[in-house]
């Protein structure tokens, strides 16, 4: 049985630090439509209409992961959602997806009122016919200066997502970011993701300017997510340390760094590399086709992790705040949590509704 952390019982949001949290976070909450500015993280094969329904339920933002779905299987997750919330959501889509056009179609056909492009820099294009269409455009932002021109693109909100979030990551940590960006954009509203797990953080973020904030890894072990139950354990046994970025063994053969749980899985990619480019370096394959296999070393290993259950080769991937996982709970509790926890740093800050 995995180690689990008594949970802490705390008292009840009292309304004065309610009422400053929902001042903290006002412009996101007016951006989202929702009660609290909390983000669901895209998570493909996990964000599904289950979890992004409980979050929206909950209180939160649910975002739909279309990941690489063909359009009318967006189209039929996008109902399904629907039949399970009246709440507000929205859908995540791939920038690099051979069909974003259609996709893109499908969205403003089936009114989703937010869609977050993710994945690389979105055209002015795809900005311009989303929200010619009705839509609210979300982008990610790396860096300050890819921050204003997004900005002048029209996307109507920016996430900073540090390198302790699960997935594709980038080099640069949430707190420098959100230092570097956060205190010079003030002309849309600002989410800020990575790492984050408890509700103290939530508030230092939007004490610093930050409009709310995006989670995924936390929400994984919501009663309502349907990812298999090893995928789940891997979580609650897992601690910190064991997010670790994919490593690159030759820089004559990039790797685009993914932060997942070390397994078997992941020694093999550092083997299957070695073996690659020597194989390069005999004359038996030309660059290319080196890559190509390098590349191809992951598909289907997601999947195989989330659906399947396969944790030991297939790709766990989890963010850094994996290890304030320590149980399976409704993504209510998970949200009234969080909520719980800032509420009581803002009245550490400010006893007995000081100011």
Same mark, same amino acid.
């Given at each position: 049985? !995995? ?22 976070? %006002?412009?996101? #909450? ?57 709440? !507000? /959501? ?27 492009? %993710? ?28 921050? #204003? ?29 959100? @230092? ?20 103290? %953080?939530?508030?230092? /973020? ?7 904030? @995006? ?25 910190? #340390?064991?997010?670790? !970025? ?7 053969? !990039? ?13 093999? /990619?550092?083997?299957? &590399? ?7 370096? #005999?004359?038996?394959?030309? &660059?290319?086709?080196? @890559?190509?296999?390098?590349?191809? /070393? ?24 994996? +290890? ?16 719980? &926890? ?5 009245? @550490?800050?400010?006893?007995?509704? +000081?100011?």
């Amino acid at each position: 049985m !995995p180690f689990i952390l008594p949970m802490v019982s705390m008292p009840p949001p009292d309304s004065f630090s309610r009422a400053q949290l929902d001042r903290l976070w %006002a412009k996101g #909450r007016a951006f989202l439509g929702t009660e609290l500015a909390i983000m669901g993280g895209a998570m493909t094969w996990v964000s599904e209409r289950h979890l992004v329904a409980a979050i929206s339920n909950g209180g939160g933002f649910g975002v739909l992961a279309s990941g690489s779905m063909p359009p009318e299987i967006l189209r039929a997750e996008i109902k399904a959602t629907r039949a399970l919330t009246t709440k !507000p /959501f929205g859908v995540n889509l791939i920038t690099l997806h051979p069909q974003l056009a259609e996709l893109i179609s499908v969205c403003l056909e089936e009114k989703v009122s937010h869609v977050v492009l %993710a994945g690389g820099v979105p055209t002015t294009d795809s900005i311009r016919t989303l929200k010619t269409g009705g839509a609210k455009v979300i982008c990610f932002a790396p860096a300050l200066v890819l921050a #204003r021109r997004l900005i002048k693109l029209g996307a109507d909100a920016l996430v900073l997502e540090g390198m302790e979030a699960g997935g594709h990551i980038g080099p640069v940590t949430l707190t420098v970011l959100a @230092q570097e960006i956060l205190p010079h954009i003030d002309e849309v509203p600002v989410f800020v993701a990575g790492g984050i797990g408890r509700g103290e %953080a939530i508030v230092s /973020f939007l004490e610093m300017g930050a409009a709310g904030v @995006q989670m995924g890894t936390r929400f994984v072990c919501a009663s309502e997510c349907v990812a298999h139950p090893n995928f789940k354990q891997a979580f609650i046994k897992a601690a910190a #340390r064991d997010a670790v !970025p994919s490593a690159q063994i030759d820089p004559r053969f !990039p790797v685009i760094p993914v932060r997942a749980l070390a397994n078997e899985g992941t020694r093999k /990619f550092m083997d299957k &590399q070695r073996e690659v480019i020597a194989r390069f370096d #005999r004359g038996e394959l030309d &660059q290319k086709a080196a @890559q190509l296999e390098i590349e191809h /070393f992951w598909a289907g290993a997601l999947r195989r992790a989330v659906v399947e259950g396969d944790v030991d080769t297939g790709s766990v991937m989890a963010g850094q705040s994996v +290890g304030m996982v320590t149980t399976i709970q409704p993504a209510k509790d998970i949200l009234d949590e969080l909520v719980t &926890q800032a509420c009581a740093a803002l009245t @550490q800050r400010h006893p007995a509704g +000081g100011s």
